[in-house]
Structure formats: structure tokens, C-alpha cells
């Protein structure tokens, strides 16, 4: 029987007439306390926000929170352990930890997990794509023996393993089979497909998880994440996409994160429910936004792609709504090779915003700047930016 409402609104979205989507109420990962504090207009909050942050998370029901990078400092794991032991009083939401696929990254998650007495699952993270081991000037044989490595010392401690493939949505396929059979090889329950710069649109999502499920899971007890960021503006609407095959999808509140910010969690929430896919109270995003991260420059989540018009597109580009993309290929290829002479200078990498996040050689880069890139690919981003502004 239709509604008043029903007479009132007609709701085109469940038409079916050439399109049905089929999302479904899939777990969720909140990566607020991970990668949204690595937003460059992020302010790192005090462990009770934390903790507090955690209980309105597990009020919305989602199922899993990153806490941190426990190799990033001694601080970061004490604040890692504490809120592991806070999760102990929650009803639902379990909490994990990321890492590097590097002996000192896997000893810290080890540590934490040990002084939390709670065995944290652990997210096993490397790049993936051609141009990142390009600018890092790795082999695939030595990326595979790390993976080997970190994944199997963390499942004999019985930590939950999670592995990470950054920068998938721009990987070949072959490297990706290499690295999540040798991960799942090596006793990883979970594998992550991730879209570290932005750069998927929800075709690229369904083929990359389509992909996933038929020629890496191919019916194995392994469950397949989806980790999405928001340079093209399609954050939210990739995330949606990944609940159509994925067994559970990151988000941060408000949207921040990394750059211009990651899939926005409360977004993501609010479009599942209105979807009907899941029926739960939302009120707590109320407070989510009092209590949110503080942000200082809001300016600086625009789209990244964009930019300002005069400094990212040439006459004739704008008005075909494209960016420049002959520069921006040739500054990515610049940026690339700039790090990767500085690799093989042996040069340190830079220190994040702690100070103290160890570089792949094990040594700890000293506090140089006050806003830091968490990984090579952002310092791509970063070196194009700068170049670019720099010629305008
Ligand atoms: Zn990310």
C-alpha cells in the first residue's frame, strides 16, 4: 500500500529502468584516527577525543577502527595501546593497526598488541603500482620477501593480519596476484584494495573488486576491504560502489584525510540508510561533528585534481572540464624520478608529524617540517603541486 509520502515522492533511484544498484550493509572501517590525522588541515586531538571518538563510532555500529601506526614512534604505540584497552569496554567495534611491511613497523604492532593485552589486527601495507616502485626504486622480488616476512611474524604472534596494497586502483594485475597470494600464502585473512590518491571512479572500483573476489579470493576464507580517498570528488560515491562486492569499506568523519581527504564515513552512512540497506540510529554523527578533528584550513579540501583554475589548466582546458593532463603526466614523471634519485642517493626519507616514523632503512629521519607526507606517493603530489604553483 503506497504511502502519502509515496504519492508526494517519486523515487527515480529504485526505477530499475537501466540501472540497479546493489549495495549491501557491509561491514565498516573507520580510519579516522589513522589517516584522516594525516589530513594536512587536521589538528591531532588529545587521547580522551580518541577515546571518545572510538564510543561514538561504536554507537553507529561500525565495526572496526584504525587506532594508529604503532612504528611511527614510542608515542604513537602508548597511544595505540591505550585505545586498544579502551575497545575492551565497547560492544562492537574492534580495533586495528597499520603498518609498514618492515621489521620495525611489525616489532612495534607486536609490542602494542602485547602491552594492550588485546590481539589487535594488524594492517600489512606496501605500494603497489608501477610508478610507486619506480620513485622507491624497489624490486618485486624483495617486496614479495617483505611480505612474506612481516605477514607470517605477525600471524605466528597471532595477531588477525590484514595486507595492503597501496595505490592498487593504479596496478597491474599480475603484480597484484603476486603480492596478495604471497600475503594470503603467508596466513593474511583479510586483503585491502585501496585508491591511495583519488584516482578510481566506481567503474574502476567495481572492476578492481570484481577482479578481487574472482581471480585472487576465487572462494578462499579471505574477505576483501576497500579503501578509497576523494581527489576526483568520488569518495563517497566509490565507497558505495566497493559495498557491492567488498566485505567492508574504510571511511574518516567529515571526510578528512590524507590530501583533500578520504571516502567520508558519515556520508557513506547516511547514503547506506537512505538506500535502505541499513536501518540504525545516526544521531551520534551529531556529536561526531562537535567532537570531529578541528580543521584550519578548509580550503584546502577542494578536489585536488582541479585546483585553482589558473594554476592547473592551460587556455582551451578548462572549459572541456579536464585538467591539464599533458602536465600533470609530465610533473607525476618528474616527481617520480626526483625521489627516485633520492633513493638511490640513500637519502633519508622525511620524518612524519611525530617525528620519529622510522625510514625503510630502519634509520629515524629527524622532525624537519611541520606538515609531513605520510608516503613517497603523497610527496609525488606534493612535488607537482609546488611545481605547479611554482610556474604560474
Ligand atoms: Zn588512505
Known amino acids: 500500500m503506497s504511502s502519502e509520502l509515496d504519492r508526494l515522492v517519486y523515487d527515480w533511484n529504485g526505477d530499475g529502468r537501466a540501472a540497479r544498484a546493489a ?20 589538528r591531532n586531538p588529545p587521547l580522551e577525543v580518541k577515546k571518545r571518538l572510538l564510543h561514538l563510532m561504536d554507537e553507529l555500529g561500525i565495526d572496526s577502527a584504525d587506532i594508529g601506526l604503532p612504528g611511527a614512534s614510542d608515542r604513537a604505540r602508548k597511544e595505540i595501546v591505550e585505545l586498544a584497552r579502551e575497545t575492551t569496554k565497547l560492544r562492537k567495534l574492534r580495533p586495528n593497526q597499520a603498518v609498514r611491511t618492515h621489521p620495525l613497523d611489525v616489532g612495534g604492532a607486536i609490542r602494542a598488541a602485547a602491552e594492550a593485552g588485546v590481539a589487535i589486527e594488524t594492517c600489512a601495507f606496501i605500494g603497489s603500482s608501477p610508478i610507486r616502485r619506480y620513485a622507491e626504486d624497489w624490486s618485486l622480488d624483495t617486496m614479495l620477501k617483505n611480505v612474506e616476512t612481516s605477514v607470517s ?64 579470493v576465487r572462494g578462499r576464507a579471505v574477505k576483501i576491504d576497500y579503501h578509497g580517498h576523494n581527489d576526483r570528488g568520488l569518495g ?62 578548509p580550503r584546502a579540501r577542494r578536489p585536488r585534481v582541479l585546483g585553482r583554475p589558473r594554476e592547473r589548466a592551460r587556455p582551451g582546458a578548462a572549459h572541456r572540464g579536464r585538467p591539464d593532463e599533458r602536465r600533470v603526466e609530465r610533473d607525476l614523471l618528474a616527481g617520480a624520478a626526483r625521489l627516485r634519485s633520492d633513493a638511490r642517493a640513500d637519502r633519508p626519507c622525511h620524518g612524519r608529524s611525530e617525528g620519529e616514523r622510522p625510514c625503510a632503512d630502519g634509520r629515524t629521519a629527524p622532525r624537519t617540517r611541520r606538515w609531513i607526507e605520510p608516503t613517497a606517493l603523497a610527496r609525488i603530489i606534493i612535488v607537482w603541486c609546488i611545481g605547479s604553483s611554482r610556474r604560474s
Open 23 to 42: 549495495y549491501r550493509a557491509v561491514e565498516l572501517n573507520d580510519e579516522t584516527l589513522r589517516d584522516g590525522l594525516q589530513g594536512p588541515s587536521v
Open 153 to 216: 611474524s605477525l600471524v605466528k604472534e597471532r595477531l588477525p593480519v590484514m595486507f595492503v596494497t597501496e595505490d592498487t586502483t593504479r596496478a597491474d594485475p599480475e603484480t597484484l596476484l603476486k603480492l596478495y597470494e604471497t600475503a594470503i600464502g603467508a596466513g593474511a585473512t583479510r586483503i585491502c584494495f585501496s585508491d591511495t590518491v583519488g584516482h578510481a571512479t566506481p567503474d574502476g572500483v567495481r572492476n578492481l573488486l570484481a577482479f578481487a573476489r574472482d581471480e585472487v
Open 236 to 297: 563517497t560515491v566509490n565507497a558505495m560502489a566497493a559495498t557491492e562486492i567488498a566485505d567492508r569499506v574504510h571511511g574518516c568523519a567529515l571526510g578528512i584525510g590524507e590530501r583533500v581527504g578520504n571516502s567520508s564515513m558519515d556520508q557513506l552512512l547516511i547514503n547506506l540508510y537512505l538506500e535502505g540497506v541499513i536501518d540504525r540510529d545516526l544521531s551520534p554523527l551529531v556529536e561526531c561533528r562537535r567532537e570531529g578533528v578541528p580543521q584550519e584550513r
